[in-house]
């Protein structure tokens, strides 16, 4: 027997593992497809059936995935009741848990986040950055910036080790430019971005913001973006719409369908970032911005 998927292994639903035979499709494929008349293994249907059988039901994936990741800390788990409770839009697990490992992976000291909402992401990336490290968020929307700065306030306790220990780590220097451990810019991004002056200083970028503006956020976000940084950017895949032909979405997703599509390639394509696509969430691309380039 031979063939790509002779050697794989699925547990069956007794707990043991079964074989998948390869040479059982291929008898399969051997009987004529009713819808084109030709031998199925011709039309590639005996594949793609197999393959279906193998591809996880993203819903199941999320909930294994979300009773395997441990819990945050109480603080973070409130502000995300309050947010659900509000309709705030906030990470879901699967994305916590991609940043949450790059954090460790990189231990960045300065992140920069393009879409606050109420806070959320930055006081969960703050709660597993490195002491000292600066985050600075920017929002559009003055009521959520104002909310956002009232709960970076109100969980004070927890900032003010970070901002004890910034000190010690950054001297002093970063806290004069920022004023604190995490720091709310209002305004459009378009515009707040290119007024951050620091090029090449931070460590990490997290896009998540309006979906159809990434591709205008780029240049500059490239600017900011140090040689070896990271940049994660939410929601690539727009509910599964960007995988789709524009004409299977619905015309008011039209726009948002082709930016998105726009930006994904445009990272794909920027030689200075390795780029890796991934269905997480909603969704996700993690590129490494790559020295000499
Ligand atoms: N990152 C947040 C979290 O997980 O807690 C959620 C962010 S929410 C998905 C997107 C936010 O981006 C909204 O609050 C929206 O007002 C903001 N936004 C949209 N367009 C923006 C822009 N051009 N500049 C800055 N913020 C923007």
Not at 260 to 283: I, K, N
Request: a negative charge; proline letters at 5%.
């Amino acid at each position: 027997m031979s063939g790509a998927s002779s050697d794989r292994r699925i547990p069956s639903a007794d707990g043991q593992e079964a074989e998948l035979h390869a040479g059982m499709h291929r008898e399969e494929a051997g009987f004529a497809d009713p819808g084109t008349g030709l031998p199925r293994q011709e039309t590639g249907i005996a594949e793609r059936e197999h393959f279906a059988e193998t591809i996880v039901d993203p819903q199941r994936m999320e909930i294994f995935i979300e009773a395997m990741t441990p819990p945050g800390p109480d603080y973070l788990r409130r502000l995300e009741e309050e947010a659900i409770a509000d309709r705030v839009p906030i990470i879901r697990p699967q994305t916590r848990n991609l940043i949450r490992f790059f954090i460790k992976l990189k231990k960045p000291m300065r992140i920069l986040e393009v879409g606050t909402a109420v806070g959320f992401s930055a006081l969960f990336m703050q709660y597993y950055a490195p002491a000292g490290c600066r985050i600075v968020t920017i929002e559009k929307d003055p009521a959520r910036a104002a909310a956002a700065r009232e709960n970076i306030a109100r969980f004070g306790n927890c900032l003010e080790a970070a901002e004890d220990s910034s000190r010690d780590a950054a001297g002093g220097e970063n806290t004069a430019r920022f004023g604190s451990a995490i720091d709310v810019l209002e305004g459009d991004a378009a515009e707040v971005l290119r007024e951050i002056r620091e090029d090449a200083s931070f460590d990490m970028v997290f896009m998540d913001a309006a979906k159809g503006q990434y591709i205008r956020f780029l240049p500059e976000v490239l600017r900011l973006l140090r040689a070896g940084g990271i940049l994660i950017t939410d929601n690539i895949l727009q509910e599964g719409d960007v995988l789709s032909s524009r004409f299977a979405v619905t015309r008011r997703n039209r726009t948002i369908h082709s930016r998105m599509r726009e930006y994904v390639r445009a990272l794909a394509e920027e030689p200075s970032l390795e780029t890796l696509l991934l269905p997480t969430g909603d969704g996700a691309a993690v590129c490494l911005r790559q020295s000499g380039t």
